[in-house]
C-alpha cells in the first residue's frame, strides 16, 4: 500500500514514483539531469571547436585538433534528433504501468470510505478532483520535479559558466529570475484555486454529459425530447466553465509574456556587455560564441521565460492538489471495508433499540426513537410513505452509518463493534436501484456466491437464460457485440437471484421489484419467501399485497414506528393506519381491473 494517512509533500510523490516503478524513474531522471547537462558541455565543446577551427585556418595547428569537438558535437546532434522518439516509446509503456500500479490504490481507499462521504457534495467535489487522475498527477508531479531539476542544472550551469568569465553579468542574470519565480508561484496558485471553483461546476457538467450520451438514458431522452434543455444546461456550464479559466489564464499569460519580454531583453543588454571583454581579449571568440548560444538557448527554448514560470506555476498548482490529496486520505474509512464477508453468520434476534439518526448536515431526524425486533426465521414488512425511513433502517443494518443514536444489538451485541467482514456476513440486500453489470449472466451473479444454476432456477430465470445464445455465459448489456439484454424484470431477478446465493442469514429487499407488475411482484415475493424458507427476510414496498407474506409488519411514519403486527391483526383488530393503506390500494387496483374489464367487453 502506498497511500499513507500523511500531509503530502513533493518529496513524497519521487518517492512514490520510485515505489511504484524504479526502473521508470531512473530511465527519465537520467534523461532529465543529461538534458541539463549536454547544452553545458556544448559551450565548452563549441568553444573548442571554434577556436580550433581558427588556429587551424590560421596554420597554427593541425586539422587532428577539430576531432574530438566534431565527434562530440556530432554525438549531440544524434542524441537530440533521435531521444525524443525513444522517450515517446518508453512513456507509453510507462503510463500504462503507472496506471497500473497506482490506480488499484486510490480506488481502494475510496471503497474504504465512510458511506457518508460518498454522499456529501463538498467531499464529492473533493473526489472529483483527486481521483480520476491520481496516476497521472503522481508521475507529472514526478516529472515537474525532474523539469525543475533539469531547469537548476542549466541555468546554474550556464550561469556558472558565465560567472567564470564576467561574474557581473552572470550576478544580474540571477537577480532577473527573482520575479519570473514569484509571479509564476502566485500564477500556479490562482490556477488551482480556479479548478478547485470549478470542480462543482465540472461534476455536474460530467452528469449531464453522461445522461446525454448514456444508453440507459436513451428512451426517455427519445420519449420526452429532453436532449435540446440538458444540451442548454451543458453549455451553460460549459460557458461559464470556459470563461472562468479564460479569464484566469489570460492574467496569467499576459504576465508570462511580461517575463520572456524582459528575459528577451536582458539577453540582448548580455550580448552587447559581453562584446567589451571579447574587445579586450579577455574572452576569446571561441568561449563568447559558446556563451551566447547558452545564454540564447535559454531564451530561444522558452527556459528562462517559459521553462521557469511554466515549471514554477506547475509546481505551484501541484502544491495545491497536494492539499486536497492529503484532506482525502485523511477522510474516515471503515475498518476493514474492503474484507471478505465473514461465512456462515447467525443470530437468534436483532434488535433496535431506542434509535434515533439524522444524516450528516442535516436536522431532520429521519428514525425518531425507534425500538423494533427482528428474530430469527421470521418474515418482517417495513411501510410507510416515502422519507418515513425505511431504507434508512436498511442503511443502518448494513453499517453504511454508524452515527446513531441509541442501539442496534445482534444478540446482545451492539452492531458498532461488529467488523465490516461480519457486518457484510449478516445480511444480504436487494435494493430498487440494483446494480446492473455488463459483464456475463453467470458472473453477475458469481460475484455474490457460487450455487449460480440452482439461484436462477429460484427466482424463475431459467427461461431467459434458454434464450440466449449462450446461457449464462452471455455478456449482458450492449457493451460487446455478443451482449444480450435483459428486461427490467428479468434484471431484477439477477440481483435476487445474487441474495439467493448469498450465505447471509438476513436477506433484505428493498423494493426491488418497483417495476414489475402486482400479480408478478406477489409471485416474485411468494418464491423467494419459499426459497427463503427457515431463514430471516425484510420486505420493504409500497404496494402492500406483498406484506401478507410477512409474520410481523412495521408501519413507519415520521421516522416513528406506529403500528405492528400481521396482516390479520392489523386489518381486523387494531384497523388503523395500515388497514386505510391496504384498503386504498384495493380499491384502486378493483377499479383499474373493472376498467380494464369494461374497454375488453367494449372491443
Known sequence: MLLKQKKYGFPDMVTMSFMASPFYSIIFATKYIADALIPV???????????????????????????????????????NTTIGTIMNFIECKRNIYFRKKLTPEILEKQAKLEYRHIENPET????????????????????????????????????????????????????????????????GGRSYDADRELSKTTRRMNYLSDVMKSREAAEERSLYGYTGNLNNQYAEK?????????????????????????????????????????????????????????????????????????????????????????KFIRLEEHDGAIDLPVQNMSFNKIEFRNVSFKYPGTDKLILDDISFTIENGKHYSLVGINGAGKTTVTKLLTGLYTNYE??????????????????????????????????SLYDNIAIAGYDVENAIELVGLSGAVEKLKDGVNTPLGKIQA????????????VAMARSVVNCAPLKILDEPTAALDPVSESAVYKNFERISKGQTTIFI???????????????????????????????????????????????????????????????
Not at 499569460?253 to 552587447?272: A, E, N, Q, R
Not at 455478443?482 to 431477478?493: I, N, P, T, V
Request: aromatic share 14%; with cysteine.
Open 41 to 79: 558541455f556544448s559551450i565548452f565543446i563549441t568553444a573548442n571547436f571554434i577556436n580550433s577551427a581558427i588556429a587551424v585556418y590560421n596554420k597554427q595547428t593541425c586539422i587532428s585538433s577539430v576531432y574530438v569537438p566534431v565527434v562530440l558535437l556530432t554525438a549531440i546532434l544524434i542524441y
Open 541 to 603: 414496498s409500497h404496494r402492500l399485497g406483498s406484506t401478507k407474506l410477512a409474520d410481523i409488519i412495521y408501519v413507519l411514519s415520521d421516522g416513528k414506528i406506529i403500528e405492528s403486527g400481521s396482516h390479520s391483526e392489523l386489518m381486523t383488530v387494531k384497523n388503523g393506519v395500515y388497514a386505510e393503506m391496504f384498503n386504498s390500494q384495493a380499491e384502486w387496483y378493483k377499479s383499474r381491473t373493472s376498467s380494464c374489464e369494461e374497454a375488453i367487453a367494449n372491443v
Open 482 to 493: 455478443s451482449g444480450a439484454d435483459l428486461s427490467g424484470g428479468e434484471w431484477q431477478r
Open 238 to 326: 460549459f460557458n461559464f466553465a470556459y470563461k472562468f479559466r479564460l479569464k484566469v489564464q489570460a492574467k496569467n499569460f499576459i504576465k508570462w509574456k511580461m517575463g520572456g519580454l524582459v528575459s528577451s531583453i536582458y539577453s540582448i543588454i548580455i550580448m552587447f556587455a559581453m562584446l567589451i571583454p571579447v574587445s579586450n581579449g579577455d574572452i576569446d571568440l571561441g568561449m563568447f560564441i559558446g556563451l551566447m548560444s547558452g545564454v540564447f538557448g535559454l531564451i530561444t527554448s522558452n527556459s528562462v521565460s517559459w521553462g521557469i514560470y511554466g515549471t514554477i506555476e506547475n509546481l505551484a498548482k501541484k502544491r495545491e492538489y497536494l492539499k486536497d490529496l492529503s
Open 406 to 439: 441509541g442501539e442496534i444489538l445482534a444478540d446482545g451485541r451492539s452492531l458498532r463493534d461488529f467488523t465490516q467482514s461480519e457486518i457484510k456476513g449478516l445480511s444480504s440486500v436487494v435494493y430498487q436501484d440494483f446494480a446492473k453489470y455488463y459483464i
Open 124 to 187: 464529492a467535489d473533493l473526489i472529483v478532483r483527486v481521483c480520476p487522475k491520481f496516476p497521472d498527477n503522481v508521475w507529472d508531479m514526478y516529472w515537474q520535479v525532474l523539469n525543475a531539476a533539469n531547469l537548476v542544472i542549466y541555468i546554474m550551469g550556464v550561469l556558472i559558466a558565465l560567472f567564470t568569465q564576467v561574474w557581473w553579468v552572470a550576478l544580474g542574470m540571477f537577480i532577473s529570475f527573482i520575479p519570473i519565480l514569484y509571479i509564476a508561484t502566485k500564477a
